[in-house]
C-alpha cells in the first residue's frame, strides 16, 4: 500500500511540466479579476480548476488559450513564453460549453478544418480524421451537419475537432453542462478513457464538484479569483486547507472553537473531542460519514443528541443534529419501518480520526 502511493508521487513528481501560469492578473480597469495566479501542469495531467461561479476560471482558461490578454504575468507551455503569442500558435485545442461548431459544415468537415488550415495533406489528413472520429465512435455520423446531432454528438465533434491538431494542451470549459444528467455521467466516463488513452495534458474548468472529484488527477479550488488549495481529490476532500475548500467540497459540520494544551478541542460553547494540533482558535471540519452510531466505534465517548431533521436519500439518511449548541450533519442507515421524527434522541460517536482544522476567520 504505501509502495503504491510512494510510487504514484514518485512518478507525479518525475511529470515533465507542460504548463506554468506564472503570477498571472487580469484586470479589467479597476476591477481585478484574477489577482495571482500560479500553477504548474504536467505532462498528461488532467487539472480541474474548481470554483464558484464568477470566481474567474473561465478568464484563466482563455488566458491559457490566447484569447484574453493577461494584464500581469507569464504563460509557458512547453517552455515557451506565450504570454504575447496568439491564440493560433500556441498549440492548444479548446471545447466550448456550446460547441461552436460550424453549422455549414458537415461533422467531417467541422473536424478536419483546423488540419486543412495548417495546409496537412489530404491523404495525410484522412488518416487522422479517421482516427479520431473512431475514437470518439462518430464514423456513422461523419456526413451529418451539426443540426442533425444530439448535444452530446455535437460535445464529441467539437472534442474531435480541439483533438485533430493534437494540441500539447486540451482546454475544456464547462463541456457538458447543457447536458442531461445521465449523458453527462457517460459522456464524462467516455472523456477521461479517451483523455487516459492519449496522455492528454487537460486543463479542466467545472464548477460542478462531482466532476471534478471523479474527473481529476489534481484539483484547483478558486475563490474570487485566486488559489485556495491544490490537490487530489483525496487530499481535497480529506484535508481541506481552508473553510471555504471544507464547505465547496462535499457536506460537513464546522464547529468554531479551540485546541487547549492537554490535546483536546472544545467548542466556544462547551463540548470536547480529543484533538491533536497547535493550541490556538480553529475551526473544526467534520464529514457526515464520521458521524457513527456508537457500536460501529466502541470506546469513544458516547453523546445524546437531538435530531432536528432528516433527508431521505435512498442508500442512507442525513440527519441535522443538535449537540449542545453545536449543529451536526449524520449520514447513517435505519432499519425499514424506523422512520426518524425531528424531536427524537439519538446516540452518536465523533470519529477522532476523521476530525480536521482549519484557521479560523477573525470575524466569527
Ligand atoms: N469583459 C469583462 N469586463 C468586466 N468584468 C468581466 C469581464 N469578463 C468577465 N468579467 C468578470 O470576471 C469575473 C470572472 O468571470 P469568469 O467568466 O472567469 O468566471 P467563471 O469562474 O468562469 O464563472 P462561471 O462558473 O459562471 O462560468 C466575473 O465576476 C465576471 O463578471
Ligand atoms: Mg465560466
Known sequence: MHTLVHDALAS?????????????????GAITVVPDFSLEIGRGELVCLLGPSGCGKTTTLRMLAGFIAPTGGEILIDGQDVTHVPA???DVGIVFQNYALFPHMTVIKNVEYGLVNIGMKKSERNIRVQD??????????????????????QQRVALARALALRPKVLLLDEPFSNLDAQLRLRLREDLHSLIRSLEMTTLFVTHDQDEALTLADR???MNNGTVEQVGSPEEI????????VAEFIGRCSLLEGR??????????????????GTAGNVTAVIRPENVKKPHELPGVPVREATIEASDYHGALTRLRLRLGKSSLIMDTQFPVG?????????????DPA???????????
Open 88 to 90: 493560433f500558435r500556441r
Open 354 to 364: 476523521g476530525l480536521r482544522f482549519v484557521p479560523r476567520p477573525n470575524d466569527v
Open 219 to 221: 484539483i484547483v479550488i
Open 259 to 276: 485546541i487547549v494544551e492537554n490535546s483536546e478541542f472544545r467548542t466556544d460553547d462547551g463540548l470536547t473531542l480529543p484533538a491533536c
Open 237 to 244: 476532500y480529506d484535508a481541506p486547507a481552508t473553510r471555504f
Open 338 to 350: 424506523q422512520k426518524p421524527r425531528p424531536g427524537d434522541q439519538i446516540d452518536i460517536v465523533i
Open 132 to 153: 479520431i472520429l473512431r475514437r470518439v465512435e462518430l464514423q456513422q455520423l461523419a456526413e451529418r451537419y451539426p443540426r442533425e446531432l444530439s448535444g452530446g454528438q
Open 12 to 28: 507525479s513528481l518525475r511529470r515533465e511540466t507542460i504548463v506554468s501560469f506564472r503570477n498571472l492578473r487580469k484586470d479589467y
